[in-house]
């Protein structure tokens, strides 16, 4: 393999955002993502950081959402009340999450493994996630796939995402037309049925199998009759991955 899974899940994403729309991201690869978007085919991309920052032109990958170098050329650098009243008001297009558990709904859990009250491992918890995941228009998901990612139900709810399905969120008090809008894991691209909310295969990574997909969830994924297959890392866009993280604190 000329490329990591980290990598291919970078490139993948990227390609989700669009030119001249607004981004929400978190420490770790959605930044990597989203500046992979920035300095290929989305110049005009605005990213909004959690601490503050918006429209920053970022010459290396930052540590966190609060490093100063996220602050770079930015056409304000704000404060994370800021940037929640901006999400909660609907200016954000996109929101950029991790996540420990995922269901079939697009629920998202970062906080707890296990019961709450005594988990068998504790998370860092929401952060903004759940405002990201609650106001933006369109949430997209980067994580690692496997039978205990992919759950029937998460441990605990950290971030909405359908809820128990169609109708749910609204009833919830939630804004219509948001929530979650791609799940981009090492072995494909995922969306949402428009009818059940219920996670769908939309492509495959390279050498994928739709029963490497089946058997790396526990909840059964909805597998249209037809599936693409992602394309690999161009070189160019590898080059721009180690420009943006020349240690590999991420992609390697």
């Known amino acids: 393999m000329k ?41 005009n991309l605005l990213i909004v950081f959690e601490a503050g920052a918006i429209g920053a032109q970022i010459p ?17 650098a704000s404060s994370m009340h800021e940037v929640m009243s901006a999400a909660q008001a609907g200016y954000i297009d ?7 558990q995922i269901d079939m709904y697009g629920n998202i859990n970062t906080t707890v493994i296990g019961d709450y009250h005594h988990p068998k491992v504790r998370l860092p918890g929401s952060g903004g996630a759940n405002d990201v995941g609650s106001f933006s228009r369109r949430t997209i998901i980067l994580m690692r796939q496997d039978e205990k990612r992919f759950v029937e ?28 809008y791609r ?3 090492q072995l494909g691209i995922y969306t949402f049925d428009d009818e059940s909310k219920k ?49 590999g604190i991420v992609i390697r």
């Open 3 to 43: 490329y990591t899974s980290a990598e291919l899940m970078a490139c993948s994403a990227s390609k989700i955002l669009e030119d001249k729309t607004s981004v929400f991201v978190g420490t770790g690869l959605p930044i990597i993502a989203a500046l992979l978007a920035q300095r290929s085919h989305a110049p």
């Open 60 to 76: 290396v990958l930052p540590v966190s959402v609060g490093d100063s170098r996220t602050e770079n050329r930015a056409i304000i």
């Open 94 to 100: 996109y929101g950029f999450l991790g996540a420990a």
């Open 153 to 180: 139900k998460v441990d605990f709810i950290t971030t909405p995402g359908y809820l128990t399905g169609p109708g749910a969120r609204e009833e919830a008090g939630l804004p219509a037309k948001t929530g979650p």
């Open 183 to 185: 799940v981009v894991t």
């Open 199 to 247: 996670m769908k295969l939309l492509a495959l990574s390279p050498g994928v199998s739709i029963e490497d997909v089946r058997n790396s969830s526990s909840f059964e994924i909805v597998i249209p009759e037809k599936v693409e297959t992602l394309p690999e890392p161009s070189e160019e866009q590898l080059k721009i991955l180690h420009d943006i993280d020349p240690t």
